[in-house]
């Protein structure tokens, strides 16, 4: 490696040049390291040592980074902290993109059409306008009353699915996420989570279509959709009533809405 | 290491250091202080590489969190001595973080100067080129290849055990520590040309 000229061509130059590794590291040991320890400093951490035993610091407990053992790092290397990070890292996105949706469908629509998702025990009727159908969405101060009666036989698992589906594209669009009971209904209504995004996106090309033709969308047309979906509409129809009896809710977005149904007369 | 014996500087007391350090944790104070003599110079030794001449204090400062901490331990000879080597890290990163508020002369330190001559008998070919150059060779290489050199070559750690102190993959310290080592190389090699250096490993005159 030794590039450096040398003027006098001694026949000795290329080998004087590449000094071996071992020499350089005879030369670093020789001059960083010295044997023998100066007395005084040995007699201060042995001080230290009896201080800290005397006061039961032999009972601490171990952290991570005091455990060397060798187990740990011999070949931890690939495989096991591979796997254990892919693990984390998958916890960790999957919790925050669950947590997001859950903010991005809430705090949008959860004034106006929470109530309708899960209805006082006696109101039957469902509504549609609640949901944040684009271009439907108009402020509303009494959802309940006005649109209960408009469509009175809609179903609750279109509106839940169409939601969670509203709900999973803002999410995939802006960084946020979902709640987690939101997402696992909407990966149960889509039979898996890999098939969620064509799901979702058949079913919100329904929405919208039916929502350009008669404005808040046309009930009878989204009678069907929900029926062909025996997951989504077992489990939604099950939340709803379940909901409606006990008011305590199982996580931040029940509670939200039995605050709001609360609120509401 | 071009000296033999020992594989690498440390290694060769490890069943020993780790002995101790079993004892030292049960409470034995001399057991402490046997422990405290086998990884002190190479701990000194890397300290000196990073902050100089206040390696001492540092040392000093390591030593006590050391003791303190010495039942969190969980471990043999050589993790000892990466254990040790990441608490003496973190205190030298400290120290230099507040050297860095209150800037002092980096001139090379007076008494890495002093310092008696190297410890072992390496009196052979290298020895035309003075340990403080060497030292000052060292500092001067980028921070990750010295540490890499230092704790493998000084400290005496395996790849795995050095890319654990420096947080750092064992692949990317491994090149570090190679690269540090080739520099060196290089420049020392370069130097024991110009300072004429009589016997070099033989092959010369």
């Avoid at chain 1, 009896?50 to 407990?61: H, I, L, Q, S, V």
């Avoid at chain 1, 939200?256 to 149904?261: A, G, L, P, V, Y």
Wanted: charged residues 30%.
């Amino acid at each position: 490696m030794g590039e450096r000229p040398n003027d006098g061509g001694l026949s000795s130059r290329g080998s004087r040049h590449a000094l071996l590794d071992s020499d350089v590291e005879a030369l670093i040991v020789a001059s960083l390291v010295r044997d023998g320890v100066d007395a005084g400093a040995e007699q201060r951490a042995v001080a230290a040592f009896r201080a800290a035993r005397d006061a039961g610091a032999a009972r601490t407990r171990t952290r991570g980074r005091d455990d060397w053992r060798a187990r740990e790092r011999r070949y931890p290397g690939r495989s096991l902290r591979t796997t254990l990070s892919v693990l984390l890292a998958s916890l960790t996105l999957g919790g925050v993109a669950m947590a997001a949706i859950g903010v991005a469908g809430s705090p949008e629509e959860g004034t106006e059409d929470t109530p309708e998702h899960r209805p006082a025990p006696s109101s039957a009727p469902r509504d549609p306008a609640g949901q944040p159908a684009p271009g439907s969405h108009s402020p509303d101060p009494g959802p309940g009353t006005r649109s209960a009666p408009a469509h009175p036989e809609r179903p609750a698992p279109a509106q839940d699915t169409e939601a969670h589906c509203r709900a999973y594209e803002g999410a995939r669009q802006h960084g946020k996420a979902m709640e987690a009971t939101a997402w696992q209904r909407l990966v149960a209504a889509a039979g898996g989570e890999s098939n969620v995004t064509a799901y979702c996106a058949e079913r919100l090309d329904d929405s919208k279509d039916n929502g350009r033709d008669s404005g808040n969308g046309d009930p009878a047309q989204h009678d069907g959709t929900p029926t062909t979906d025996p997951g989504g509409g077992k489990e939604s129809g099950d939340d709803s009533g379940r909901s409606a009896e006990t008011g305590a809710g199982k996580n931040r977005g029940e509670d939200k809405r039995s605050q709001s149904n609360d609120r509401q007369p | 290491m071009g000296q033999g014996a020992a594989p690498r500087r440390g290694q060769a007391y490890d069943g020993e250091l780790g002995a101790a350090v079993a004892r030292a944790q049960q409470g034995d104070e001399a057991a402490f202080a046997v422990a405290y003599r086998l990884v002190q110079p190479g701990l000194l030794g890397y300290l000196r590489g990073l902050v100089g001449d206040d390696a001492e204090d540092v040392a000093s400062d390591a030593w006590l969190e050391i003791a303190r901490d010495l039942g969190r331990f969980r471990g043999d000879g050589a993790g000892f001595r990466g254990w040790t080597a990441t608490i003496a890290r973190h205190r030298a990163l400290d120290h230099l973080r507040r050297q860095r508020v209150r800037p002092r002369s980096s001139a090379l330190e007076q008494d890495v100067l002093e310092l008696p001559g190297p410890q072992n008998t390496y009196d052979l070919a290298l020895e035309a080129i003075s340990t403080e150059h060497a030292l000052e060779l060292v500092r001067g290489l980028p921070r990750d290849q010295a540490e890499a050199v230092l704790l493998r070559v000084v400290v005496g750690l395996d790849g795995p055990a050095a890319a654990r102190v420096l947080g750092k993959r064992p692949g990317a310290v491994r090149t570090a520590a190679h690269r540090g080592l080739k520099r060196l190389a290089r420049q020392l090699g370069a130097e024991s040309v110009t300072d004429e250096a009589p016997r070099t490993l033989g092959e010369s005159t």
